[in-house]
T-cell receptor, first 113, second 114 residues
Framework: QQQVKQSPQSLIVQKGGISIINCAYE??????FPWYQQFPGKGPALLIA?????SEKKEGRFTISFNKSAKQFSLHIMDSQPGDSATYFC????????????FGEGTQLTVNP | NAGVTQTPKFRVLKTGQSMTLLCAQD?????MYWYRQDPGMGLRLIHY???????AKGEVPDGYNVSRLKKQNFLLGLESAAPSQTSVYFC?????????????FGPGTRLTVT
């Protein structure tokens, strides 16, 4: 049972374009929503995270949009660059879970030069 | 400061063989985790530990055992490997901070069971 659903599975974007990855969750007890970035041959690394008390968080070219009523959140990468080519995972956690994360299936992003 | 390290990086096992994967962290983190990563399935939690001497089951614990005898180490064991356990295994650690749940991942172990 996948509690966090992620789409699309793969995404190809031209340099300078906007990359958008979407996630939906089921458990309303989740209170922390991070995005992890993974380059080939490496472990995932935290990219940006949001809590449900805000609808948007921006860090440089990366923005999380959060819709609590729809139980959805998305990652927007503005001015996408070839160096952004990686696999992106959304995740969710709840404070009472001891920092356990439930991950989405992952999106493989390719940014063409 | 090495962060999270995993040993070995690659391993090939025959069905029925056993092995132990070692994870070590030098950040004095309380929490440690073992995940497996399979194409199209994201990262799935196998077992985790909230402190030295404690372990708990995650989402896919069957066929695996773990031990946390020292705070900095978390071992994942396969007693009788099966082809279904072919995967990339990641260890992660995090500190107990009520507002920050960042997990730090190791580089992974690629395991093939034939």
């Amino acid at each position: 049972q996948q509690q966090v659903k992620q789409s699309p599975q793969s995404l190809i974007v031209q340099k300078g374009g906007i990359s958008i990855i979407n996630c939906a969750y089921e458990n309303t007890a989740f209170d922390y929503f991070p995005w992890y970035q993974q380059f080939p041959g490496k472990g995932p690394a935290l990219l940006i995270a949001i809590r449900p008390d805000v609808s948007e968080k921006k860090e440089g070219r990366f923005t999380i949009s959060f819709n609590k009523s729809a139980k959805q959140f998305s990652l927007h990468i503005m001015d996408s660059q070839p160096g952004d080519s990686a696999t992106y995972f959304c995740a969710a956690s709840k404070e009472t879970s001891g920092s356990r994360l439930t991950f989405g299936e992952g999106t493989q992003l390719t940014v063409n030069p | 400061n090495a962060g999270v390290t995993q040993t070995p990086k690659f391993r090939v096992l025959k069905t029925g063989q056993s092995m132990t994967l070692l994870c070590a962290q030098d950040m004095n983190h309380e929490y440690m985790y073992w995940y497996r990563q399979d194409p199209g399935m994201g990262l799935r939690l196998i077992h985790y530990s909230v402190g030295e001497g404690t372990t708990a089951k995650g989402e896919v614990p069957d066929g695996y055992n773990v031990s946390r005898l020292k705070k900095q180490n978390f071992l994942l064991g396969l007693e009788s490997a099966a082809p279904s356990q072919t995967s990339v295994y990641f260890c992660a650690s995090s500190s107990f901070t009520p507002t920050i749940y960042e997990q730090y991942f190791g580089p992974g172990t690629r395991l093939t069971v034939t």
